[in-house]
């Protein structure tokens, strides 16, 4: 977990994973995280019933 979030703070703090990014976590064959940016998706409103 610590790693994880090791990673991901690293992303975050050089700017390459921003507010609103999609950050995709791996663990390569080697045992190490991965961080890479995903797909953004748009989010649709549910229709009303």
Known sequence: ???L???LAEE???GRVKSGDVA???IN???QVQV???EKRELL???AD
Do not use: C, F, H, V
């Open 1 to 3: 977990m610590r790693l």
């Open 5 to 7: 979030e090791d990673s």
């Open 12 to 14: 975050i703090l050089s």
């Open 24 to 26: 995709i976590i791996d």
């Open 29 to 31: 064959d080697d045992g």
């Open 36 to 38: 890479t940016q995903g």
């Open 45 to 47: 409103p549910q229709a």
